[in-house]
């Protein structure tokens, strides 16, 4: 059974940093493409970064993170990170990672196993 937990967020300042982990279990993460998804009060979902399958998965980012947000995955652990730097109000969101057992990071959202989430307020 596919199973997908988020841990990492929490309350930071505008500027700051957060590391968001996303633990597999049920399923080998390297061989799938992950993708990292927020959804913020009022909005709908938008996908945040995704990384394809392999050790040398290609990364792709929404333009709003680009240069501040890095996706990566450790196979030791099974988990996926996505390490939020330069931290801004507007990344106030729950933050989601999902994956629907592609390869790629053309997640289909609905056929996709989802994780909890873990919430992220950025805020002074």
């Known amino acids: 059974q596919v199973q997908l937990v988020e841990s990492g967020g929490g309350l930071v300042q505008p500027g700051g940093s957060l590391r968001l982990s996303c633990a597999g279990s049920g399923f080998t993460l390297n061989y799938y493409g992950i993708g990292w998804f927020r959804q913020a009060p009022g909005k709908e979902r938008e996908g945040v970064a995704c990384i394809t399958s392999g050790s040398d998965g290609e990364t792709m980012y929404a333009d709003s993170v680009k240069a501040r947000f890095t996706i990566s995955r450790d196979t030791s652990k099974n988990t996926v990170y996505l390490q939020m730097n330069s931290l801004k109000p507007e990344d106030t969101a729950v933050y989601y990672c999902?994956?629907?057992?592609?390869?790629?990071?053309?997640?289909?959202?609905?056929?996709?196993?989802w994780g909890q989430g873990t919430q992220v307020t950025v805020s002074s």
């Open positions: 999902a994956t629907d057992l592609g390869s790629t990071c053309n997640i289909e959202t609905d056929d996709a196993s």
